[in-house]
Nanobody, 114 residues
């Protein structure tokens, strides 16, 4: 069964950090780039970060550049999004997707609040 499963979300105070994981099963994640999206309440889903299949050339949305880091370990079929200096506006459901595919995770909720 093809799956992408996100984990690591939760409640964190402003300025805090979280690391999200995206674990793939049923297919070879290294065949794809990996993207992280987020969707805040009442807003459209937006692309946050992406990394190519080799784990190089990361790209970040301007709103998270310098605070988020995307990386992957193809031997573990897993990718991560390290989030630091979190702000209330980072509150959203975060999704990973094998780039260009129909493979999406179901999301993990990140809430940044004091």
């Amino acid at each position: 069964q093809v799956q992408l499963v996100e984990s690591g979300g939760g409640l964190v105070q402003p300025g805090g950090s979280l690391r999200l994981s995206c674990a793939a099963s049923g297919f070879t994640l290294s065949n794809y780039g990996l993207t992280w999206y987020r969707q805040a309440p009442g807003k459209q889903r937006e692309l946050v970060a992406l990394i190519n299949s080799a784990g190089t050339s990361p790209w970040y949305a301007p709103s998270v550049k310098g605070r988020f880091t995307i990386f992957r370990d193809n031997s573990k079929n897993t990718a991560w999004l390290q989030m630091s200096s979190l702000k209330p506006e980072d509150t959203a459901v975060y999704y990973c997707r094998a780039a260009g595919s129909e493979y999406w995770g179901k999301g993990t909720l990140v809430t940044v609040s004091s």
